[in-house]
Each structure stands twice: as C-alpha cells, then as structure tokens.
C-alpha cells in the first residue's frame, strides 16, 4: 500500500483522534480533537465566539466578517450535510478556527462534494471537535468573548500562548478581506440602477441580493468618494466586515464624503460605519449576536422579523441629530437599525440577507431600491 | 394587541378519551390553555369526557363537563353556560371536528358563539385535502399529483391519471385511520372501499405514492399581528410511507443545509398564511426527495398536535400555552419568554443536544394483527430522550421503552437476529416494523454496507452512519477486555462510552459483569452524569426553569438547593394498561408537595404528559427511567442539597404504575417513600400474600403459583377448572387467561412461556413465577381505592362495582360507583377487608384491591379478595372525579408523613357528603385500528383509554358513558339476542326491559327458546353460522334462515347484546361481534351490561340529556 499519498496517510493517521485543548484567556481549559488544519506549532489563536444557528455552518464558516474569531458551534452536530460549492459567503473562509461538539463522520445531503473537514483543511482552517461547547457557551456569556487558543500543543504551551492571545477590540481586519480590485455583477441590467458595493469583507448572498436590484460594483474599502462618485453610482452600499468598527482605516472618510450625494445602505458593519460618519458611537457587546433566531422590530411597520445576527459591536446614536431609529432587537433592546430623516440613507445592523437564516428581512434590499428611485426623480 | 376584552368566558373542548392517534398531549395542551385562560381572567368552560385528565380536575375550570363529546351535549353545555368563544384547537381532531359540526349545525350562530384559534374556513381548508392541495398549487406549492373518489369508480377514475402506487386517505380522520398504500389493484379497491366507509364525508384522496422520501415536519405559529415563527423542525428516521407517529423521529433536522431549510420555512409561513389560521400553533409536514431535494407539502393541522408536544418538550418553548395566549389577541412579542424571562416569544428557539423520539407499540395485545408500519398509526404511546448527540438520545430512548433492551445493542437482546440470514434479514428490513432498528443494528454490526441498508429501508445514510458509531463503539468497547472482568479505563475511556448512550447494563452486559460492579468502577474512574439544561436558546441566556437531562460533558448545571425534596418517578411511555391515569397521579402528588412546602423533583421520559411540562415541578429531569438513570439523578439531587443546605427526603415510586414500582427494590430503602419496598414485593409474592390472606382470615380463590407446566398442572387438579393463569410482575392483565381444562392450559402455558414479548423481557424465574387462581365464574367484580397513613387509619376511597362480570380485566371493564348493585352487608364486609389488608401489609399511601361477590343463589354472597396493589390505580382519577376526594394530594402527604388526621385538620380531607349522583367509567377500546382482531372482552386489558358518564341515575350515567365511549343507544328498534347459559337470568331482565319498552326481539335458537319459556315474544329466530366440532375446530353451519351477520349486515339490528361465555370455542360470537363493530352497532357483550343498556334506554326516553358540571355536583354534596 505503499502507494497511498502522504496527505490520505497524513488524514489517516488525524482520524485517530489526536487529542487538543482551548486555553482561554482567563485560563479556563477546554478539552477536544484536533481536525482540518494543523497550526505548524499546534497553536491557533482568536476570539472565541459562539453561534446559535442550528443550520447553515458553511455559509457562517465562510463568512469574511468572522476574520479574527474562533466560531464555536452551539449546535452539536456539525458537519452533516458536508459542504457545496455554492453556499460559500466568500472565496475563503477568514476566520481563525471552528469549536465544535461531534463532527459528522459522513456527510449527507445531495448537494454535498466535500466533507468539513477537507474543506477546512484545504483552507488551513484548524478546528477543535469533542469540546463541552454548551460549557464554553455558557462561559463566554458569562464573562463575554475572549481571546484564547487553541492546537494540539501541549497544555504548557497553549497556557502559555493564551495570556498572549488577541481579541478583535480595537483591530482593522477590513484590509484583509477586502477585494483586492473593483468587479462587477451585472444581473438585472434592465433596471438601470447602478449600484457600488464597498466591499469591507462583502458575503456573497448580499451581492446577490443587490443584484436583483441592479448591476452591483464591488470596490476594495481603500476606494475615496471621488472615484466613487466617478462610477456615477444610483446608490452606494457599506458592506458587512469583520473586527472593530472603530479601528477601520479610509472607510469612514469615504462616507463622509458620499453622504448626501447619493442614496446609502449599510449592513452590520455598513451600519456602524455609516452611524459613526454621522456622529454616532460603536461598543462592543458582551458576547455580540450570533445566530439566525433574534426578534427585531420593524418601527416603522410594528412587523416583527426572525433575523440573522453577527456582529460583536453595537451602535449608539445617542445625541446624534437628524435620525430615526427603525430596527429594535427585541431580546435585549439594541439598535438594529435606523435611517437619516433629511438625507437619503439607512442601515441595518442584522442580515436581510441571510445566509444562513430566515428570509423576512429581504424587502431592506427592495427598500434600498425604492430609495434609490425615489432620489432619481 | 392586547388581551382582547369583548370576551368573557371560553368553552374549551377536550379529546375524549385517549385513542390511537390521541392521547395524553392533548391534556398537556388543554391543561396549559386551561391555566393560562383563568391566570387571564377568563371564565373556563371545560368540555371533556375523559375523566383520567388532568383538565377535567375541577381546580382547572371554572364549569368541568365531564360530558359525552358529541354535538347535542356540547349545544346543552353552550345554551347553559353561553360562552362568548369557542377554542377547539387544543383538544385534538375530536375537538376540531366537534368545532366544525357546532358550526355547520349553526349551532355557533344560534348561541352567538365566536370560534377563536382557527375559524371554520380555516379548519376546512387544512382538513379537506382536496380543498388544501388546491390551496397549495394556489399559493406554488409543490404537492404530490391527487384527485378524489367519492366511489370506487371514481377512484378508478383518478387512478388512470396517476398510476400506481398510490397512498389512500379518507377525508376528517384523525391518526390517519383507513389510510393505507396500494400497489395492486386489490389493494387499491380494498382500501378505496374501506376508506369511503371510514370517512365521516364518505371521501378519499387518493394520491401519488411518495413512499421512500425524505419526511420532515416544522412547527409554526402565529400571532394575530401576522408575525410567523417556527418553533423546533422535525425529521423521521424512517422515510415516507411511515405514519409520522410510527415513525422514529429527530430534532431538530439533521440533513437539511440551511438553504433548503429556509425554503422550507418560507413554505411553512405561506402555507399557515394560506389555510388561514389566525393565531396558534400547527404543524406542516413535507416530503423532500433524497436525490433531487424536491420539496413538497404533505399536510398541515390547524391546531396543536402530538408534534406540537413533541417540539414543546424538546425545545422548552410551551406551544399549546402560547396558543391559548394568541386565541385570546396577545402578540407573540407581548408573551415572555417563561425560560429566559428577560426575552419575548417572538423568536425561534435553538437547541444545543438531540431529541428522538421513538413510539412504543401494542401489538402483542392484539393476536391476529400483523406488526407491520404503514400509513395508519398503530402505536399507543412514546418515549422522548435527550442526549447531546443523536447516538446517545437513540440508545437512551431505546433504554426509556421498557421493552426489555438496554439501547440498540450490548444487552441480550442484540442476539435476536443472529440466526437470520444477511439476505433474509435485508429483506426483512425493507418493511417497516417495531422491530426494523434493531434488525438495521444487527445488519450493520456483521458489516452489511450502509448504502445497501440505505437502498433497503430509505433510512438516510447519516442516520446509519451514527448507528454505525454505537456499533464501531460496541466493538472497540468489547476489544478493551482481556481476561475476565470490567477492563481498566481511562476516565476519557469512560466518558467517550458513556457519550455514546451506552448505559451501565449495556457495558455490564459487554464485559460479563453486573451493573452495579460498572456503577462502582465508572463512579471511581471520576465519571458521573452532568445534568444540562433546557432553555430554548443554546445558552445564550440564562436559563430560570430547571428543566434538565442527563449527559456526559465537563459542566454539570444541577443547581444547589435548600429545599425539602421529594423526587416522583413519572409512569414512562403510555402504553395499554399504564397511562394517563398515573401521569394524573404524579402531577397531583407534585402539586400536592409543592403546595406543602417541598422541593418537587419531576423523573420521566413521556413528552406527551403534564408531568413533563417544565412548570409542573420543581425541577425536571427528562430522563429514562431505569435504575441506574434515576440513581443517577438521586447522585444529582443529593450533591444538590448538600450543596445548599437542603435535604433529600425520599422518593415516590408507587404513583406511576408498574414501572416506578419495578425499581423499588433497587433504590435505596431509606428513600422509598410510604409503602414500603417490602410490602410491595409482599403484595406480589403469591405464597406470601396467600399466607396474609390466611392470617387476615379473609377468603381468597384457591391458587399457587407455577414455574413448570407440571406444577400449574398439579395446582389445577387440586383447584380445579376454569382457571385464571398469568404471569406476575405485569400491568393490564399481560397474558392473562381463562382455561378450562389441561388441554386449554397447555396452550396457554406455550403462549405465555414462548409468546416472545414476555420471554424478551426475562421470562419466567422463581422469582417471576406464574399465578393460576382457581376462576369464579358468576361472580361480581369490585374494585377499591383506600388510603392507610402511618398511624393505621385508613379512608376508603371509593368503591367501584364492575359491569361486566369478574373474567373481564378491570380495565376493560365498565364500572359503576356508588356500587349501587351490591348490598349493605357486602359494601361493609369489603370495606372491611380492604382496611384489614391495608394494615396487614403495611401500607402508607394509597391501596386497590380487588374482589369478587360469589352469589351462590338467594341472599348467599360471599366475598373473596382477588389481588391488592399498594400502589395507585388505574381508578384513582375516576374516583377522585367521581367521589370529590383528592385521593392523591391526600396520599402524597401521607407518603410524605402526614396523618390523615392531620390533613383533615388542614382541610385536605373532607368528609364527604351523602352522594347522590352515579357515575360510570367505560373502556374505549381499539378495535377500528385492528379489524382483524376479535372484539370479545377478557382478561387481558386492551382498552387505551375510558370515559366517565356521570348523571343522577345508573342508568342515565350509563347511557352517557356508553355515548360518551362512541356508542350512541337506540331508543327503538330490533334487539338482537344472543346468551350464554349462565347469562340467561340477567339476560332475561334485560329482555324484559327492552321488551315493555317496545323494542323487538331477535334471537338465536337456544336464547329464543328460553325467552319465549319465560314469556318474552321472539320475532325471530336466527341461525348459528358455525357448530363446534369436538376439538375445537369450526365448521360452517348448514342451518337455514338468516345469520346473525346478514341480519346485522342488512341494517335490521339496532342494538346486539352477545355474551360470550364457558368452555367452547367463540367463533359465532366473534363473527357477530366483528359484524356489528363493522356496522357501528352498539354491542354489549355481557347480560350485565344489557341490563344496564335498558336501564339507560328507559332513562333517555324519559328524560332530556341533562349536563351537569363536577362544580355542581360537588356543591350538591357539600350542601347535603
């Protein structure tokens, strides 16, 4: 059997449950197994952060926005459908490592091509299996989310590693997910509606979603609101984008400088980004929302929609003139959403796009289209 | 929106008694709307016939019905009390489809009465099939390809666009009853014909097989706001083809990537949209195809379901309580969150662990009825357990059946299928049956590939891969022992097998051992049960309900307490002969405890009951209940209190029937609360109890018990014959029968020694011998209820005279209290006995014993005690409804060490006033669901639930019972007769009753005969269908005239009273007996119960069928 390659032996030999561990921080210890990538050193390091979607790990795995974070899976049974080539919210997954509970040993569903592991491997994304993640769930919502480690090394090691370990606070990760150059998808050509994307870690499922609105240009977060404007844009869309608002570089500057010239929408990381070039602040939560569960209200409707939630700060507009609030999440009373009531933009904090979760938020796109009509009279 | 103000009072409709298809969920679900609705404000009308509930305690209500279910009551009910709503969807199909005929009746209008839930466009729309699947392609639903026969030619019709096979669905059914799949044309006109039968609308809807599909079901709800959430996603084990109540079953979805998911949400909100239910809970099932993931919309229920109890206990999220809510105008943002309390019900809960539920059967009570699954539900109750993955929630529901296996595999039970050949057993498993997971087991564990077992059974792969885990676990477990002896484990070792689900007995069973020998080393290598928590939210709140299940991770959540604790074992899966009555039991003890000041801790693995709502207790522990599972939270809750200052003052183990009961003895002594371990095993232990009764001088039947046929057949020389044979150690009378000669004994003797069902669950032993009484045929049968405290007083509850004569099992058998058919001397010599017995075995708590009135001729009565149970009984709940008393919130205290004098000083207990009103209870039993199966009653219990008729007569409460129970009496018409010798002078009382009330009579030969000798005219004699031969057989009779089937069959009888009696074969009987369950004809099959039909006749031909409350009668006995 000599033939066997050295990565089928090297998958061989990972199956024999190679023991690992989580160090937080605050040196609590987490025991598990290594899969996907081996860290060279057996040391992987992040945020540790958990969700709450019971369906969709793919599309969380892959989303640009949890660059920087360790994702823990509260969901046990992770890995069941395997992964498709079309439910990635990015080229590659960004985030730092995955936690689970049991990691499904044989995928099923008919659209699966490659199982979890392999995906994440191929992306050199390490991941831990075996862990209490309810424990750790418990704990991060209890002290809120934390730096920590994570690997095969020994305990000395990862103890070690963790009082050096980083969290997101005060870090740009924007410059990393960003395009590296502008392109275009041009799918509902016949509206006429131009619309430009800047792209602070974009998922995939938005830039669908606008392009049924219009033809969508995505441009790398360093774009000025000149060359913006030199698009000649309908509208401009802020993107969702990993790490703390507060640290972003050029973005701000950009919407300041397109604000009142052309109809905005942001999303999540669009949303404090805008609600900062207003004036507005950004905090971190606790331990953020991550899931496809919250109730958020609709104030202008009173409707009330099941939304996709991530996002680790929060926005406060408070003093703030010229605003209404619009969206309210209704488990701890957190903006979710507002609009300016003289100039032509809004934001939300939540994912009309889902990807993964529920679809009721989706008529923020139409609204955005509405907006962008109403402007062009 | 508020709480809407314009409405006062609400008739709340219940489902009956419990039936295949519906069962205690919807107690659960009636008794949280019942809660909710008075903590609003509201006044609570409660319509239920089913006196065994929790909802129909008087405490629920405001006004309790204990009423037939039947339109012309429900009008009374609604003239009398004028409700401004009616809430028909928590009570089941019963309640919907009551719901529907009030309206059609116009009934509704009349009272001016709002329907509020779901109103009648909307139920019509989700019930009508053809009126749905229009519906859906409306909305671009994708639906299986349908159409609908009002006739078999009309089915013929559809069938040429669709093709075979085809699935059959008579329309406003409940638990698809008459369903089935036809792949022949026999089959097709067969079940087509059946299911027009079936069918109150006559309709079927005859439908393209989807059979092998994958099946999932998502439950809804939705506010009057419009605001749509989902509530917990279900997927079955078994493919399509499977009634979803027969199937095994998951939570949340295990197979779907988010993206079809959403479709399907998407799906679900239209679809609710769409039908029109307005506020509330319903659930809609879909099929998806494994290949191409097509999705399409099987059905929906506008109301609360089996599932909805299902995902209410695997996710904490309390639909049904939510849904009274919303039918009364609350939003779902307006409703808190009872778990987290600081979120609202406006969002979609998220599980961290597992849920499976697996149902239990019944088909070992219904010989002639083959074991197989399809469309129909067959099963009788279920199990639900939590683990944090799917393989450790499968082996823990395996081990929650209480079928004799330990889990999937590692127990005796895993050698079952060795001996069946691969090919033979791949084909087995292509049907599915009760047994079809263990044989999948046996296949995977000799290496069958999981795609040839997925091409067999439809069974998606990622389900057999995680039982190809359990198997692949099994063997390394096995691999670990080198010598004899448990091998030594890491602790990580130990957890890993203890995360697969596999229990002590499994591991003891593996490695030779006993299971305490596993519990001592397991508990030394560090490894014990954590305990997470149920909250609705994957921890991303904090949880404020104690509502936990056992698993093996790093945190255990058990938080300390100071309280006095008292742990109560619930009654486990419902099943004939234990159910809902012991889950009333439980519930009654904790709130009971609670109100006392104690600390009440809820073991049980039913997610259809009240007892496993999270707020009924204290805390909840959805847990198997085995000895080392409840040793395991008894660990839990003493670590608990000692932690806290508390303190673990014993458990209950007698208020859940047999199952609690069997693990007395393996608890710990000083924690069994009242009755003694002891004493129960005292009751049990023939010899024993025979040398009491001796002691007690209180006559019983002659008996012994036997472990070889030699001995039973020693015993019944000596006794004599007819004799009463079974096995000790069941409930419901499990094998148990009536012989009447050696020949009859040694073919009782093979069915109950090879009968399977019982050999599985451990056979024969001397310490599980067999019990052979001597039989008393003619006499009555008694039942009592009686409470013995500490200090050996002792209060009769009640005392309950059967109907039918002793011979047919008390379960099945109808009963009437005040025993108003026995005399003064007797009713006191039985009380008597029965405080006699309570102080002989050292009874603390609640006592049934049972006895048997011999009339030997004249005023010559003799009384013999037949059994005591020292536990709860079946009875209990009819008796406390029926009688006023609490009889467990009385026994509960006493266990607890209350006296009755005590309790009487509190006010607990109360000293009754004079009754005057009877009540009845009758069996409902579930002949429909087995055609094929002989309705004749007998000592083995088959009934799944029972109804109470309560009036000021016996016979008026009989004739509401027998109404109540299905059987609506005739007040004119053609009775026909057919008696057994010894029947003949009741049976001649009866006739003379029907007779002076102007009914014509029919009989067969010998009846006629002793009739028309007595002076009773005969309009006509009908002829035998068969003779017996000498040995038993049958042979067709050749007589002329018309038979008793034709005669039934031809619509020419109203009413048939056929008492099946002695020592020959039943065959005529059973053919008449069939013919009128066909025809729905009332049948009585005992003098007794005749004579009680023509009582009850007479009453309704006299009187209007008046409705009392229990509120009323209580009052009356109170002020007399």
Known sequence: MSEISATERSREQRSANEPAAIVLADGTVFEGEAFGARPADGVAQGEFVFNTVMSGYQEVISDPSYAGQVITFTYPHIGNVGTNGTDNESLRPFCNGVVVRDLARRPSNWRAQEDLPSFLDRHGIPGIAGVDTRRLTRHLRDHGSMAGVFGTADLATLTQAAKTAHDTTGRDFVAQVTTDGAYSVDEDGDSGRRIVAIDLGIKTTIVRSLSNYGSVHVVPATTTADEIMALEPDGVFLSNGPGDPAAVQSAPETIKGLLGRVPIFGICMGHQLLAQALGGKTFKLPFGHHGGNHPVRDLTTGKIEITSQNHNYCVDLDGVPGIEITHVNLNDGTLEGFRCSDIPAFAVQHHPEAGPGPHESSYLFGRFADLIDSNRK | MPRRDDIESILLIGSGPIVIGQACEFDYSGTQACRVLREEGYRVILANSNPATIMTDPDFADATYVEPLVPEVLERIIAKERPDAVLPTLGGQTALNLAMDLSEMGILEKYNVELIGADAEAIRTAEDREVFKKAMIEIGLGVPASGVARSLDEGHEVLREIGLPVVIRPAYILGGKGTGIASTMEQFDHIVSRGIDASPIGEVLIEKSIAGWKEFELEVMRDRADNCVIICSIENVDAMGVHTGDSITVAPAQTLTDVEYQVMRDAAFRVMRRVGVETGGSNVQFAVHPETGEQVVIEMNPRVSRSSALASKATGFPIAKIAAKLAVGYTLDEIPNDITKKTPASFEPTIDYVVTKVPRWAFEKFPGAEPVLGTQMQSVGEVMALGRTFPESLQKAMRSMEQGRAGLNCDAGERLYDDVETSDLLARVSIATPERIFEIESLIRRGVSLTEINVATGIDIWFLDQMLAICEEREALAGRQSGDGIPELTTGEWKRAKQFGFSDAQLAYLWNSDEAEIRSARIGAGVETTYKTVDTCGAEFEAFTPYHFGTWEEENEVAPSDGKKVIILGSGPNRIGQGIEFDYCCVHASFSLSAAGFETVMI???????????????????????????????????????????????????????????????????????????????????????????????PQPEGATATSLDAALETTRRIGFPALIRPSYVLGGRAMEIVYGEDDLRRAWQAITLGGSLGREGGLSSS?????????????????????????????????????????????????????????????????????????????????????????????????????????????????????????????????????????????????????????????????????????????????????????????????????????????????????????????????????????????????????????????????LTTPSADGDDIAADGPGVDGVELIAAGRVDLVVNSPRGRGPRADGAHIRRAAAANRVPLMTTAAAAFAAAKGIEELRKNELDVRSLQEYQSAMRGA
């Open chain 2, 768 to 1024: 599980r011998p067999v019990l052979i009484d001597r039989f008393l045929e003619d006499a009555t049968e008694v039942d009592v209820d009686a409470i013995r405290d500490a200090s050996g007083e002792v209060i009769i509850g009640g005392i309950m005279q059967h109907v039918e004569e002793a011979g047919v099992h008390s379960g099945d058998s109808a009963c009437i209290t005040p025993p108003v058919g026995l005399t003064q001397s007797a009713i006191a010599t039985i009380s008597d006995y029965a405080s006699r017995i309570a102080e002989g075995l050292g009874v603390i708590g609640l006592i049934n014993v049972q006895f048997a009135v011999h009339h030997s001729g004249g005023d010559d009565e003799k009384v013999y005690v037949i059994e005591a149970n020292p536990r709860a009984s079946r009875t209990v709940p009819f008796i406390a409804k029926a009688m006023a008393v609490p009889l467990v919130k009385i026994a509960s205290r006493v266990m607890c060490g209350a006296t009755l004098a005590e309790l009487r000083e509190e006010g607990l207990l109360s000293e009754s006033g004079s009754i005057s009103h009877v009540a009845v209870k009758e069996a409902v039993l579930p002949w429909n669901r087995f055609p094929d199966v002989d309705t004749v009653l007998g000592p083995e219990m088959r009934s799944t639930g029972e109804v109470m008729g309560i009036d000021m007569t016996e016979g008026m409460a009989f004739a509401k019972s027998q109404l109540a129970a299905g059987d609506r009496m005739p007040l004119e018409g053609t009775v026909f007769m057919s008696l057994a010798d010894r029947d003949k002078p009741v049976g001649l009382r009866a006739a003379s009753k029907f007779a002076e009330l102007g009914f014509e009579i029919v009989a067969t030969s010998g009846t006629a005969e002793f009739l028309g000798s007595n002076g009773i005219e005969v309009a006509e004699v009908v002829a035998k």
């Open chain 2, 604 to 698: 049980n693995c039913n997610p259809e009951t009240v007892s496993t709502d999270y707020d009924t207790s204290d805390r909840l522990y959805f847990e198997p209940l085995t000895n080392e599972d409840v040793l395991n939270v008894i660990d839990a809750e003493r670590r608990s209190a000692e932690a806290g200052g508390g303190e673990l003052v014993g458990v209950i183990v007698s208020l859940g029937g047999q199952t609690p009961l069997k693990l007395a003895g393996l608890l710990p002594p000083e924690l069994v609360l009242g009755t003694p371990a002891e004493s129960i095993d005292l009751a049990e232990d023939r010899d024993r109890w025979a040398a009491l009764c001796t002691s007690l001088c209180i």
